[in-house]
């Protein structure tokens, strides 16, 4: 018998993993063992605010693609997804956004109202110049330079009459940075807690399946230096491989729908149809226009750019590209239904434009489709199957939203505070549905937002319960994105946070 390699074996080193791992480790007394699939954090683009596109289909991204997708006319859309320490907050656009208080307490979960939250998502904020600079907490900021264009941006905002007042409103994005630098959930979490003797971290540890004996979660089988090992964990195994590899992990060992796993020759060890279901995401329409002066980072002159990114950690490459937003109930009661994100640049992606431009993206901030992450029969090892079932909803919800919120961008583009910015109009006004609609279908892709994948929930029919153990076993718990039962109307690093600093609280409270 393999002897106990800890306490907690956590899954994972994303945003809830080293919330998990610091949080856990802080007590002596309990030892954890967390492990990476990808590697260290150490490219030069994962600290630099402006280059993260250009980890996307690096080997820091899994690098996923969905299957087709006939509510976007057919097209496959790429979905990046963190693998390195840290996890989607080392390539993510940095932005802090929280939940609106009515996200949580639409759940109607005990234990998970906004008032519970509350306290945890204050104690994960921590301004740059607060009294306790090595707290582990995000390090958040506002930009250091944002682009004036963004002034512009906020001003047409006001031109264009956007409501002002919560939870509406438009303003600059907070961002998880540093003095300049990225600030991921392993910058803030857990490099502060890597010298306690107690913690562990291996990177270039994929984790292949769980080991399950007898209902009990007792360790997890993993690629380490290309051999298969057995770790085990004395309490508890935690998933926190998000939103696309939590439930993938899950399936692949015998945890979920029979008419799944049975085909595939995985034995069933839990009957649970919830696992992989429920997937929502934040879909977003970009609506970009080439800009008649200079304004998309590191385009002109990008040495001096560099010179004095590296020098002051000032500079165009300080931006996370998307500067502000503003949030807008389209139909004009009840809780924002769309988000409006002001971006730098006319596309993003790993390739750097080759012209100045800008964007105003329209975000489907509470999606009535649904969809589901499957393991690929074909390999059943490899990426799974991800169909968002983007704009799927049988009242055709999230096209209509999203139309409106097209009109709406280009209402703002139009603003003479924009002027300036904007060379051409990009949607004729005004444009009838079917074209709103074939322009959407053609153009709208993933906010990077996946969630709900091993939902929450106080019925039979969960995969976790609310204290997020997988229902059905013991020692097993999942912590990430997924566990979200519902999407908040927000980016979901924050709440990702907020929610695994509340587990961290549920497992250190259970006795030794
Ligand atoms: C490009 C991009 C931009 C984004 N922008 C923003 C933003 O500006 N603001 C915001 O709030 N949110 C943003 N998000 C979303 C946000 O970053 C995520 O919601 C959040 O990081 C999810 O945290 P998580 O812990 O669920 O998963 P992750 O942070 O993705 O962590 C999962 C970790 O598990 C590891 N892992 C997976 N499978 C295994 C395995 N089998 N064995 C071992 N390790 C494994 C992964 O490599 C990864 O490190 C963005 C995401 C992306 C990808």
Redesign the pocket.
């Known amino acids: 018998m393999p002897v106990a390699t800890a306490d907690y074996v956590i899954?994972?080193?994303?945003?809830?993993?080293?919330v998990l791992a610091a949080r856990l480790s802080a007590d002596p007394g309990r030892s954890v063992l967390l492990?990476?699939?990808?590697g260290p954090d150490r490219r030069a683009e994962v600290a630099m605010p402006a280059a993260?596109?250009r980890l996307?289909g690096s080997s820091y991204?899994?690098a996923f693609r969905t299957i087709r997708q006939p509510g976007l006319g057919g097209r496959r859309t790429a979905?990046?997804?963190?693998?390195?320490?840290?996890?989607?907050?080392?390539?993510?656009?940095?932005?802090?956004?929280r939940s609106l208080p009515s996200d949580y307490d639409e759940w109607g979960l005990p234990g998970w109202s906004d008032r519970d939250l509350l306290p945890y998502v204050q104690r994960a904020e921590q301004m740059e110049d607060d009294e306790d600079p090595t707290a582990p907490r995000p390090h958040l900021s506002e930009l250091r330079d944002p682009s004036p264009s963004t002034a512009g941006f906020l001003a047409a905002c006001r031109e264009a009459g956007l409501p002002e007042s919560a939870p509406e409103g438009f303003g600059p994005?907070r961002?998880?940075q540093n003095h300049g630098r990225r600030w991921s959930?392993a910058d803030s979490y857990l490099k502060p807690a890597t010298r306690r003797p107690n913690l562990t971290v291996l990177t270039g540890?994929?984790?292949?399946r769980l080991l399950i004996e007898d209902g009990v979660a007792t360790g997890v089988e993993?690629r380490l230096d290309g051999e298969r090992q057995h770790l085990r964990a004395a309490r508890e195994v935690i998933v926190?491989?998000?939103?696309?590899?939590?439930p993938?992990?899950l399936l692949r060992s015998g945890v979920g729908d029979p008419e799944q796993l049975v085909p595939l020759s995985i034995p069933v060890l839990v009957d649970r149809l919830a696992v992989g279901g429920n997937l929502a995401d934040h879909l977003y329409v970009p609506v970009s226009a080439d800009s008649p002066q200079p304004v998309s980072p590191g385009l002109d002159d990008p040495q001096a750019a560099a010179r004095e990114y590296l020098s002051r950690r000032t500079g165009p490459l300080s931006s996370?590209l998307?500067e502000a937003l503003a949030f807008v109930a389209t139909l004009g009661a009840g809780p924002p239904d769309l988000e409006l994100l002001w971006m730098i640049v006319p596309e993003l992606g790993p390739e750097q434009a080759s012209r100045h431009g800008v964007t105003v993206a329209s975000v489907l901030l509470k999606p009535a489709s649904r969809g589901r992450v499957r393991l690929d029969p074909a390999d059943p090892a490899g990426p799974p199957l991800i169909d968002p079932g983007y704009l799927s909803d049988p009242e055709g919800q999230d096209l209509a939203t999203l139309r409106r919120g097209v009109r709406l961008a280009r209402r703002v583009l139009s603003r003479p505070a924009l002027q300036s910015w904007v060379k051409q109009l990009p949607v004729p006004d005004p444009a009838g549905d079917d074209e709103l609609d074939r322009l959407v279908r053609a153009r709208a892709t993933t906010?990077?937002?996946?969630?709900g994948t091993c939902r929450m929930g106080a019925d039979p029919d969960a995969v976790v319960d609310l204290s997020l153990r997988v229902r059905g076993l013991r020692g097993l718990r999942v912590?990430?994105?997924?566990v979200l039962p519902e999407i908040p109307r927000?980016?979901?690093?924050?709440?990702?946070?907020t929610v695994?600093e509340r587990a961290a609280d549920l497992i250190l409270a259970e006795s030794p």
């Open positions: 899954v994972g080193a994303g945003s809830a993993g080293c492990l990476e699939a990808g993260y596109p996307f991204d899994w979905w990046p997804r963190g693998r390195t320490l840290g996890g989607s907050s080392s390539i993510n656009a940095q932005i802090w956004t994005v961002v998880t959930a540890a994929e984790v292949l993993v926190s491989a998000g939103a696309v590899n939590s993938a992990l996370n998307a906010l990077y937002h996946p969630t912590v990430d994105a997924s927000a980016h979901t690093h924050a709440p990702t946070v695994a």
